[in-house]
């Protein structure tokens, strides 16, 4: 089992970014799937998540209005769509699968001058 993101990187305030988690070794359509961000010097924090025919979504109250979580299951992909970053974004970002527990590794996101 492999969860993998990417499309982390350095943005300037009010900037956007995608990003991505290919996952394998199991259907991305069998399980609900999350976005957490863990803050520097901060604990990991829910920021999405989307059901299996992604049709239901729900987000933490820091990001909703400016991130849209979406998936690609015939792709077993996942994205995190980021409008009007803020300082306060930065962190990395981890892809979840919370039912079985699966975690990618993290992508970097910095949101900065």
């Known amino acids: 089992v492999r969860l993998t993101e990417s499309g982390g990187g350095l943005v300037q305030p009010g900037g956007s970014l995608t990003l991505s988690c290919v996952v394998s070794?199991?259907?991305?359509?069998?399980?609900?799937m999350s976005w957490y961000r863990q803050p520097p010097g901060k604990e990991r924090e829910f920021v999405a998540q989307?059901?299996?025919?992604?049709?239901?979504?729900r987000y933490g109250d820091s990001i909703k209005g400016r991130f849209v979580i979406s998936r690609d299951n015939a792709k077993n992909t996942l994205y995190l769509q980021m409008n009007s970053l803020k300082p306060e974004d930065t962190a990395v970002y981890y892809c979840?699968?919370?039912?079985?527990?699966?975690w990618g590794q993290g992508t970097q996101v910095t949101v900065s001058q």
């Open positions: 989307i059901s299996t025919s992604g049709t239901i979504t």
């Open positions: 070794g199991f259907s991305l359509r069998t399980y609900h």
């Open positions: 979840n699968a919370p039912t079985p527990n699966y």
